[in-house]
C-alpha cells in the first residue's frame, strides 16, 4: 500500500525530445506527489509537485500529468536537453510527511 | 539561504564499527528527516523529527541505529555496530512545518561503505 512504482528503469533520448516517466500508487490517502531529480554526488532537488484536485502541471519544459481515477502520475520533460541527464524520482506522500519515492529512472539525453 | 549540511562526505569503516553523521538544516527548519539511499534505489525514511522530538521511526532499525536531535537544530545518526549492508548514501533533508510547505530540500549526502 506504501509503495510508488516507476518505470521504465532507465531512458535514452536524444536533444530535443520529449521524456517520459510513470508512477503508479496504491494507497488512495497521498495528497502530495513530487518529482524529484537528482544529480550524481547530489541530493535531490525538488522539482515539480501535484496535488491530486488538478490533472496537469506545467513548468517550463517540466509537466506533470495526474489520473486520480487510474492512480498515476507522470513527468514530461519537453525538449529534453543534456543538462537534463540525471536520475528521477516520483515520490508522494500524505499531509507532506514521510514521503515514499519509488525506484528511479536514469535518464540520459544524447547531444 | 545555506543548504542543508552534512559531514563527512565520505567514510569508509569495517563491519562491526561504529560510525557517526551530521546534519545541519537550513535555519527555522523545524522539520528534520534521515534517509538511507541504497546504490540504485529511491530513498527510504529512516526518522522524522519535529524539533527535537520523534515523529516516526518505524523503518529505523533500532538495533544498532540510533539518532537524536539536540535543541531541535543539528542532528546526528549513529549506526553501531555496522554491517556490509549499511552500505549507503544517508541523505538528511529538512523543511518547514505547517501543511502549505511540503518542499523537502536534502543535503548531499554521507557515502558509507562497509567493507
Known amino acids: 500500500q506504501q509503495q510508488v512504482k516507476q518505470s521504465p528503469q532507465s531512458l535514452i533520448v536524444q536533444k530535443g525530445g520529449i521524456s517520459i516517466i510513470n508512477c503508479a500508487y496504491e494507497?488512495?490517502?497521498?495528497?502530495?506527489f513530487p518529482w524529484y531529480q537528482q544529480f550524481p554526488g547530489k541530493g535531490p532537488a525538488l522539482l515539480i509537485a501535484?496535488?491530486?484536485?488538478?490533472s496537469e502541471k506545467k513548468e517550463g519544459r517540466f509537466t506533470i500529468s495526474f489520473n486520480k481515477s487510474a492512480k498515476q502520475f507522470s513527468l514530461h520533460i519537453m525538449d529534453s536537453q543534456p543538462g537534463d541527464s540525471a536520475t528521477y524520482f516520483c515520490?508522494?506522500?500524505?499531509?507532506?510527511?514521510?514521503?515514499?519515492f519509488g525506484p528511479g529512472t536514469r535518464l540520459s539525453v544524447l547531444p | 539561504e545555506a543548504g542543508v549540511a552534512q559531514s563527512p562526505r565520505y567514510k569508509i569503516i569495517e563491519k562491526r564499527q561504529s560510525v557517526a553523521f551530521w546534519c545541519n538544516p537550513i535555519?527555522?527548519?523545524?522539520?528534520l528527516y534521515w534517509y538511507q539511499q541504497i546504490l540504485g534505489q529511491g530513498p527510504k525514511l529512516l526518522i522524522q523529527?519535529?524539533?527535537?522530538?520523534?515523529?516516526?521511526d518505524s523503518q529505523l532499525p533500532k538495533d544498532r541505529f540510533s539518532a537524536e536531535r539536540l535543541k531541535g537544530v543539528d542532528s546526528t545518526l549513529k549506526i553501531q555496530p555496522a554491517k556490509l549492508e549499511d552500505s549507503a548514501v544517508y541523505l538528511c533533508?529538512?523543511?518547514?512545518?505547517?501543511?502549505?510547505?511540503?518542499?523537502?530540500?536534502f543535503g548531499s549526502g554521507t557515502r558509507l561503505t562497509v567493507v
Open positions: 535555519s527555522g527548519h523545524a522539520t
Open positions: 494507497n488512495t490517502a497521498f495528497d502530495y
Open positions: 515520490a508522494a506522500s500524505i499531509n507532506g510527511q514521510n514521503f515514499v
Open positions: 523529527f519535529q524539533n527535537n522530538g520523534v515523529v516516526d
Open positions: 533533508a529538512s523543511s518547514f512545518a505547517g501543511r502549505r510547505s511540503y518542499g523537502y530540500t
Open positions: 501535484i496535488r491530486p484536485d488538478v
